[in-house]
């Protein structure tokens, strides 16, 4: 099957600028949909999920759209996800921000607000120190760097789902492995090469 016939869907909850990821894309040769319905997301070969905004929001919109049990379902048939910045967070048990939030409850841990003295949120350029070898970090240095917008971090229970680490004040997760779930804290489509490949190596992985 050719790309073109491949179904990639962008996850739309009403937040966020999905322009850039749909222009990264496109340059591999994919037509994505940028849809907020959950049934053409369940459809999809491979699923980006941009997340932007606070979780607690964010929340609100993916459980009255239906999207927050599509994503679940999507995991669960171990469907590729890649979710990027908040949709990384919501996919924790719960997050700190704006007190306290339950969220999908994917991956077992908490969101934390990164610890005081230090410049919030965290922007700009950052390295990511790769766990574990992996397809999803083919042809992309360990220690690369990838921008970052944030003021709170994801926190595992599970040490083995951590992909990569980053130094902001302490050593966050900032990249999440399991299985056909991809996350990043990092915004691979503002990030140049190494984000490109990122998304290329995906891509690779969902759509063999």
């Known amino acids: 099957m050719g790309k073109q016939s491949k179904k ?46 606070a979780a607690g929001a964010t929340m609100q919109s993916l459980e009255k759209s239906g999207l927050a049990a599509a994503i679940k379902e999507l995991v669960k048939k171990r469907r590729p996800l890649f979710a990027i910045c908040v949709g990384l967070q919501v996919l924790l048990s719960a997050s700190e921000e704006g007190g306290e939030y339950g969220c999908l409850d994917i991956i077992k841990g908490r969101v934390r607000k990164l610890p005081p003295g230090l410049k919030i949120p965290h922007m700009g350029w950052n390295q990511v120190k790769q766990q574990f070898r992996h397809a999803f970090f083919t042809d992309i240095p360990d220690n690369a760097n990838f921008y970052f917008v944030h003021s709170y971090y994801a926190d595992p229970c599970d040490g083995l789902v951590v992909a990569g680490l980053t130094d902001y004040g302490l050593s966050f997760c900032s990249v999440i492995i399991s299985d056909n779930l991809f996350a990043t804290q990092f915004h691979p489509e503002k990030s ?17």
């Open 192 to 208: 140049g090469e190494p984000g490109l490949q990122m998304y290329s190596n995906f891509l690779k992985i969902a759509c063999v």
């Open 8 to 53: 990639i869907a962008i996850i739309d909850y009403g937040a966020g600028n999905l322009g850039s990821v749909v222009n990264a894309l496109q340059r591999f040769g994919y037509n994505p949909s940028v849809t907020g319905n959950a049934s053409e997301v369940l459809m999809a070969d491979a699923v980006f999920f941009p997340g932007d905004g």
